[in-house]
């Protein structure tokens, strides 16, 4: 291996830049940059460890509008290029004080990633996992989703002029199942949850020689999620928050921001300091949570049933990471109710004019619920992730969200209506 140029750091463990090696995770073999996913020696995930190299703000700002500023931290293996891609990423980081007033808080912000060419953070994971497919050669990709993720691979997949197998459970929602089929494509509804979807994909994965992005290239993939961080921290204007809150369901996102915040610490881009990582899952599927209430450093794999359904994983790969994320950096992984989820998402809309999928609720519900049990310092600068469009979620606020009245087109009728609803209101 070749150090190209030293970083100074402090922990000494910098190990970011071009991508040079998978390595696993739990015993440290490594091995060559082609579609694996986990270690022979171990059966541990395979990451992408990198040769050191620098960058600078300057060259990070003077690069494209899109997650592409980051290339020089991304995994991208030598190979043809050249086919387009969606160019997601550089969101927007809303400032978010009206939901500041209302929880009690002072410092929030809103990492807004419905603003993705599919309207989720998936968009991410996506452009690193199909970049990495063409260079190896794949003509046809592939994923196991719970939702977002099936609208990301078929769009970015149509635009690259690649073929796509999409697989998902039967019972999403009509806001993913059609927003995927658009893009063409063939669309494999499974009729069981996630974790069915995802077993058969391992198997499909070892029959045929398909780059499936969250299977035999999720080490590429995985790695797309860091941008989220190296955004935040860039918006934020080259700083770090106190603390993060990510939504949970295989809890990969999670873990990558926080190898965001350390890398850009290693590199010098922002100052070093402490800050928290906190997770969020729906009661309903929250094995990542109870485990961290429990004490423990595994989760106990649990059957799905929660309207978050983006996150409803019940054996989440990357839970035991998520646990260490959020113990290391003094934050916590906290559950909230199906009916906290739907005030989340209201109370996001009503302050802040942001109209968050499920995922998003969960965040904001989460949020509410570590302040008032004194997890998180009101006086605290948070940034919440919004990971997904409320607009594919819409049965989810359908029935507490409709017209306030409904009447004939007059004067009158409306003029009754109006001020009966509003007696000692606003005229
Ligand atoms: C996939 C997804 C997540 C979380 O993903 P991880 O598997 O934990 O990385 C969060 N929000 C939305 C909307 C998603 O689609
Ligand atoms: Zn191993």
Redesign the pocket.
């Known amino acids: 291996m070749s150090i190209s140029t030293v970083v100074p750091s402090s922990t000494g463990a910098a190990s970011i830049g071009s991508a040079h090696a998978l390595k696993c995770r739990e015993c440290g073999a490594h091995y060559p940059l082609d579609a694996s996913y986990a270690c022979l020696e171990c059966f541990g995930p395979l990451e992408v460890a990198y040769e050191r190299s620098t960058v600078t703000r300057e060259q990070i700002e003077s690069g494209p509008q899109s997650m592409w500023r980051y290339e020089a931290l991304l995994p991208v293996v030598p190979g043809a290029a050249g086919r387009p891609g969606l160019n997601p990423g550089l969101t927007k980081l809303v400032r978010a004080d009206n939901l500041a007033a209302a929880l009690g808080a002072k410092a929030v912000w809103v990492k807004d990633d419905s603003g993705n060419p599919t309207h989720?953070?998936?968009d991410r994971v996506v452009a690193v996992a199909l970049e990495n497919a063409r260079r190896l050669g794949y003509e046809t990709i592939a994923c196991a989703s719970?939702?977002?993720?099936a609208n990301a691979v078929a769009a970015a997949a149509a635009r690259a002029g690649l073929t796509s197998v999409v697989f998902v459970p039967s019972n999403l929602e009509a806001g993913k199942i059609v927003t995927t089929a658009v893009y063409g494509g063939t669309l494999v509804a499974i009729d069981g949850n996630y974790d069915d979807v995802n077993r058969l994909c391992t198997e499909v994965a070892a029959q045929r020689d398909w780059g499936f992005v969250n299977v035999n290239l999720r080490p590429y993939y995985a790695e797309g999620?860091k941008t989220v961080g190296y955004e935040i921290a860039e918006q934020l204007g080259w700083r770090l928050p106190d603390a993060v809150i990510?939504?949970?369901?295989?809890?990969?996102?999670?873990t990558k921001v926080d190898k965001a915040f350390r890398e850009f610490t290693e590199l010098g881009l922002v100052a070093e300091r402490p800050y928290r990582v906190f997770g969020a899952q729906a009661t309903g599927c929250s094995p990542v949570s109870q485990a961290f209430r429990a004490g423990q450093d595994f989760c106990t794999p649990v059957k799905p049933n929660t309207i978050a359904k983006?996150?409803a994983?019940g054996n989440?790969a990357?839970g035991p990471y998520a646990l260490d994320v959020a113990r290391r950096t003094g934050g916590a992984i906290a559950d909230v109710t199906d009916d906290e989820v739907v005030e989340g998402i209201t109370l996001l809309a009503r302050t802040e004019g942001i109209f968050a999928?499920t995922?998003?609720g969960v965040v904001v519900a989460t949020y509410r619920k570590l302040l008032r049990e004194g997890l998180i310092d009101p006086d605290a600068e948070v940034v919440l992730l919004n990971?997904?469009d409320g607009l594919k979620t819409l049965d989810a606020v359908a029935p507490t969200c409709q017209p306030t009245m409904t009447i004939t087109p007059s004067y009158a009728a409306f003029d009754a209506a109006y001020d009966a609803i509003n007696i000692g209101g606003a005229a």
């Open positions: 989720s953070f998936k719970t939702g977002n993720l999620s990510s939504p949970v369901a295989s809890g990969s996102l999670l983006s996150l994983i989440p990357d999928e995922a998003g990971t997904g």
